[in-house]
C-alpha cells in the first residue's frame, strides 16, 4: 500500500514538476516576444523621429495666379492647391508651415512680385517669364494635348491629313499659314507638296489675312517664321488684312477673298464643320486647303520662381506640382488655366518668346 503511496506521490511531483517548466517555458517566450515588440515600436518610433528630424522647415510658401479668369473664382478653384502642395512638399523633404495663394492685378504685377522676392511662385505665360526672366527662373512648363502631326516641314502635314487629337502631352503649339481654295491658293499649295521652295514672290503676290498684331498665332509667331525664312515681316507683304477672328478667316478663305490665314494648328479642325455648313463649300477643308508654312513650336503657361530661390527647393516644388497634376483632385485644381499636366523646363525653350517680345516692342516703338 505503502509502495503504491510512494509511487502515486512521485508521479504527481513530477506531473508539477513539468507544469512548472511548461509555465516557465512559457513565460519567458512571452517576455521575449514582448520585449522584441517593444524594441520594435521604439524603432520605429526612433525612425519616424529622424525622418521628422530631416524635414527641411519652410514657414510659408507664397504661390500667385495671373488674373486670365476672375479673381474669385481662381481663389475659389485653387482653394484646395494649399493642402495638396504641403502634403506634397512633405513627400519632397520640406515641412512647409503656410501656403499662400494670391492673385496678381495683372500679369505684370506677377512678374513684378517674383522679382521682388514678394512670392516664391508664379503661373505665368511664357510671355510675362521672358518679360521679368532677370528675377524669374522657369521650371516648368504646362502640357496640352498634342496633333497626330507635329513637325516643321509642311508637306508632311498634307500628306497625313487630317489632323487629329492625340493623347499625347505636348509642351507647345505650332501655328499653321493655310492656302485655300483660290486658284493662287492652290498654285502654292501644289507648290509645297512636289517639294518646291515658296519664293517671297510667291508669298508676297498672295492675299493674307492675319490676326490683331498680339496674336501669337495669328500673328507674332508668323512674322517670326517670315523672318527666319525670308527676312520679312507681316508689314512687308503687300496684301494683308487683319480679321476679327479666326472664323471670319476662314470664311475668307472659303469664299477666297484670300489664299492664305494665319491660324493655330488645329484650327482647321474646330472649323471643319462650318466649312460645308456656312461657308458655302462642297468639299472637305481637308480637300480645298494645304499647309504651306509653320511655325515654331509657341510653348505653353510657365510654373516659374523668384530667381534667387535655392536649387533644391526648386527642384522639391516642380516635383511636387508634377505629382499633384497625376491625381484627381490636382486635377481639377489646374483646370482653372487649362492646363493637363506639366514637365520641367530650361530657359533656352522659351527662346522663340523672346524674339516675339521683341517683335512686340519694335510694333510699339513704330507706334
Given at each position: ?49 529622424e525622418?521628422t ?92 494635348d498634342?496633333?497626330?502631326i ?59 489675312a492675319?490676326?490683331?498684331s ?8 508668323p512674322?517670326?517664321?517670315?523672318q ?6 507681316i ?28 491660324v ?8 471643319e ?62 483646370a ?10 530650361k ?21
Open positions: 500500500m505503502r509502495k503504491v503511496f510512494q509511487t502515486a506521490l512521485c508521479a504527481a511531483v513530477a506531473a508539477s514538476m513539468l507544469a512548472a517548466c511548461g509555465s516557465s517555458e512559457e513565460a519567458t517566450t512571452t517576455a521575449a516576444a514582448s520585449a522584441e515588440e517593444t524594441a520594435a515600436e521604439g524603432a520605429e518610433a526612433s525612425a519616424e523621429g525622418t528630424a530631416e524635414l527641411k522647415k519652410l514657414d510659408k510658401l507664397m504661390v500667385s495666379f495671373v488674373p486670365s479668369r476672375e479673381p474669385e473664382e481662381i481663389v475659389t478653384a485653387t482653394e484646395p492647391l494649399k493642402q495638396l502642395l504641403k502634403d506634397e512638399m512633405k513627400n519632397q523633404g520640406y515641412d512647409v508651415g503656410e501656403v499662400e495663394i494670391s492673385v496678381g492685378t495683372s500679369y505684370e504685377a506677377v512678374g513684378e512680385a517674383l522679382t521682388a522676392g514678394t512670392t516664391d511662385v508664379g503661373l505665368i505665360p511664357g510671355g510675362t517669364y521672358v518679360l521679368y526672366q532677370d528675377g524669374a527662373d522657369v521650371i516648368l512648363t504646362a502640357t496640352r498634342g496633333l497626330s507635329d513637325s516643321d516641314d509642311p508637306k508632311v502635314w498634307n500628306e497625313n491629313k487630317p489632323t487629329e487629337a492625340s493623347t499625347d502631352q505636348v509642351t507647345y503649339y505650332r501655328a499653321l499659314m493655310i492656302a485655300g481654295p483660290s486658284e493662287k491658293g492652290q498654285e502654292l499649295g501644289a507648290k509645297v507638296n512636289a517639294g518646291e521652295e515658296l519664293t517671297w514672290d510667291d508669298l508676297n503676290s498672295a492675299n493674307w492675319v490676326m490683331n498680339s496674336s501669337s498665332a495669328g500673328y507674332i509667331y512674322t517670326i517664321w517670315l527666319d525664312n525670308y527676312g520679312k515681316s508689314t512687308d507683304l503687300a496684301h494683308a488684312v487683319q480679321s476679327d477672328s479666326y472664323g471670319s478667316s476662314f470664311a475668307r478663305l472659303a469664299s477666297g477673298q484670300i489664299d492664305i490665314l494665319c493655330y494648328a488645329d484650327g482647321r479642325r474646330d472649323y464643320d462650318q466649312w460645308t455648313s456656312e461657308f458655302g463649300r462642297s468639299a472637305s477643308i481637308w480637300d480645298e486647303t494645304n499647309v504651306i508654312g509653320v511655325t515654331p513650336g509657341i510653348y505653353n503657361d510657365t510654373v516659374s520662381v523668384r530667381s534667387d530661390m535655392d536649387e533644391d527647393l526648386k527642384e522639391a516644388i516642380a516635383n511636387a506640382f508634377i505629382n499633384i497634376a497625376q491625381t484627381e483632385e490636382g486635377k481639377q485644381v489646374i482653372i488655366y487649362s492646363h493637363q499636366g506639366y514637365q520641367k523646363a530657359a533656352e525653350d522659351y527662346e522663340n518668346e523672346k524674339k516675339a517680345q521683341d517683335i512686340i516692342k519694335e510694333m510699339q516703338a513704330a507706334n
